[in-house]
């Protein structure tokens, strides 16, 4: 079977879908990983083949406008800007997709879910299309509105209509953050791949103090450098009894500030190798940091400033794992001020804990390998 796994530009989208790619690899498959040319050197990265499509678009820029609004721009206007950045994406990537799609003869297309070239183009070339999700389905909110911002593209690939949401959804969510999904769901475990890096040295010995990470993705800092708090909430918890380390990349080192001599800066980590020596996390509220902490049982506190991010958030907080600041923060004295509530209240941590077992307990990606089976040969349907 030959698997053509599709996102736009953004590795974090990339990185969600890694696990079940190399699955079925180890299963025999033939997989592609095809993307715009900026995220060429991320697929190389993650070991699997790649191939360029289409030309690349400017996401960071129609990010900062979402987030800081030029002035006398009009309040909640993120939503249909966002909408037109992906269906921008989508036209710039379909027709090479498609084309790629047919001389590589593809079974099957594999789409993180903001990505809709690859249901289009999947619908072109007569072959299922299955979305895999990176967090919390962001999509079926703007599910009805789909189909009207899709349609000059379908029309144009003389399609009648496309369904966004393809034949299933591949979840790496535990049940307790799910939300309603727009086709069959296959839960998968999550498996973290925060890309590619060594394990960093050895944590010092316990002190008997809570540990706490403290990570801003790679997000805010492309969009703006003042939207990466991570130096901030730093400082803001250093008068509190714990132990801090802060992960970063190395271009993000210089916007930390300055740092109390006894935190601990790990550059280029993955995340999954820091946080197994963690109590607790203060970040971003990007999906794959939150999904990463969760897979180790830890309670978070994040301030988040994408859209996503708040939605990412806001459903760990209503699970009862995590507590959310709504970011820019005024006074840093909160950020300190809900790290000890997190950190003193065992609930959040057995809400975290409970989390952990359900994400655990969810099929691997080799089992959803055979599901992926199933729906490309037909034998499954919604």
Known sequence: M?????????????????????????????????????????????????????????????????????????????????LGLLTALAEAMVDDLVELGRSWRADLVVFEPTAFAGPLAAAALGIPAVRHLYGTDLMSVVGRFLPDALGPLSGKLGLDTVDPFG?????????????????????????????????????????????????????????????????????????????VVVAVTPGQRALL??????????????????????????????????LTAVAYGLPQLLLPRL????????????AGAGVVLAAPVEDPAAISDRLAELLATPAYRAAAEGLRQEMHGQPSPARVVRELELLATGAVRR
């Not at 033939?30 to 040319?37: G, H, I, M, N, Y």
């Not at 083949?49 to 800081?68: C, E, K, M, N, Q």
């Not at 859209?307 to 209503?318: K, Q, S, Y």
């Open 167 to 243: 034949v299933a959804t591949v979840d790496p969510c535990p049940a307790g953050l799910q939300v309603p999904v727009g086709s069959r769901r296959l839960p998968v475990r999550y498996v973290p791949h925060n890309g590619p890096g060594m394990l960093p040295p050895e944590p010092p010995a316990p002190s008997g103090r809570p540990r706490v990470c403290v990570t801003w993705g790679t997000t805010l800092s492309r969009v703006d450098p003042g939207l990466f708090l991570a130096g901030q909430a730093v400082r803001a918890i250093s008068a509190l009894e714990v132990d």
């Open 307 to 318: 859209p996503d991010h708040v939605r990412h958030a806001g459903r760990l907080a209503e």
């Open 2 to 82: 030959r698997i053509l796994f599709t996102a736009w530009a953004w590795p974090s989208h990339l990185y969600a879908m890694v696990p079940v790619a190399w699955a079925c690899r180890a299963a025999g498959h033939d997989v592609l990983v095809a993307s715009q040319p900026e995220l060429t050197d991320a697929i190389s990265r993650t070991g699997l083949p790649g191939a360029s499509v289409g030309r690349d678009v400017d996401a960071v820029a129609t990010f900062r406008d979402i987030v800081l609004p030029p002035p006398g721009h009009r309040p909640g206007a993120g939503g249909p800007r966002v």
């Open 257 to 290: 500030g300055p740092l109390p001599s006894e935190v601990r800066v790990a550059e280029s980590a993955p995340l999954h190798l820091l946080l197994p020596t963690c109590d607790a996390v203060v970040a971003h509220g990007g999906a794959g940091t939150l």
